[in-house]
C-alpha cells in the first residue's frame, strides 16, 4: 500500500470511492457533486490537494484537502473515502495523516471537517488524528451535524 499524489487517471476513483459511501448513507448533494465531478478545478486548482491509497495499481481509498476562504480555518479535510473491501485496515488513518502533514507544510494553522454522526467510524478516525469538536460553521451539506477542527500548533 502506499499514499501518492493526485493524478487524472485517479479522477474517476476519486468519485467513485466518495459517491459510494454518500449513497450509501445520504444524498449526493450539490457541493458533493461540484468536487467530485471536477477535482482539479474545484479543488487542485485553488490550492487543495488530493492523495490516494494505491494497491497493485488500484487506487482503494482517498481524501482531499481543500483550501478555504475562511477567516477561522485554513484547509479543510474532506472527500475521504476507502473501498468497502478495504475496512478496517488503516487505510483512512494513513490518508488522514497524509493531507494533515500537506496542511502542515503549507504553514496551515488549522484543518477543519465537517461529518454526520452517523459515521461512527469515521468521527471515531478523526478523534484519533487529534480533530475536536467545535461548533458554529455554517454548512453547505444538510448531511453535516458535527464539525470539528485540528488546531496545527497542538501537534
Avoid at 61 to 73: F, N, P, Q, R, S
Avoid at 116 to 123: D, V
Avoid at 133 to 154: D, K, T, W
Amino acid at each position: 500500500m502506499k499514499v501518492v499524489d493526485y493524478a487524472p487517471k485517479y479522477r474517476e476513483a476519486f468519485k467513485q470511492l466518495n459517491q459510494w459511501w454518500i449513497e450509501q448513507y445520504f444524498e449526493m448533494e450539490a457541493a458533493d457533486y461540484k468536487a467530485l465531478d471536477f477535482p482539479e478545478k474545484n479543488i487542485i486548482e485553488k490550492g487543495g490537494y488530493i492523495v490516494f491509497a494505491v494497491q497493485e495499481g488500484k487506487a482503494v481509498g482517498t481524501c482531499a484537502l481543500v483550501k478555504l476562504e475562511d477567516l477561522d480555518y485554513d484547509y479543510e479535510l474532506a472527500k475521504m473515502g476507502v473501498h468497502p473491501d478495504y475496512h478496517g485496515q488503516g487505510i483512512g488513518y494513513l490518508l488522514g495523516e497524509a493531507v494533515i502533514e500537506k496542511a502542515r507544510s503549507l504553514g496551515a494553522k488549522t484543518v477543519y471537517l465537517e461529518s454526520n454522526t452517523k459515521l461512527t467510524p469515521a468521527i471515531n478516525l478523526y478523534r484519533k488524528l487529534g480533530f475536536q469538536e467545535v461548533q458554529g460553521h455554517e454548512s453547505p451539506y444538510e448531511r453535516s451535524n458535527i464539525q470539528m477542527v485540528l488546531a496545527m500548533s497542538e501537534f
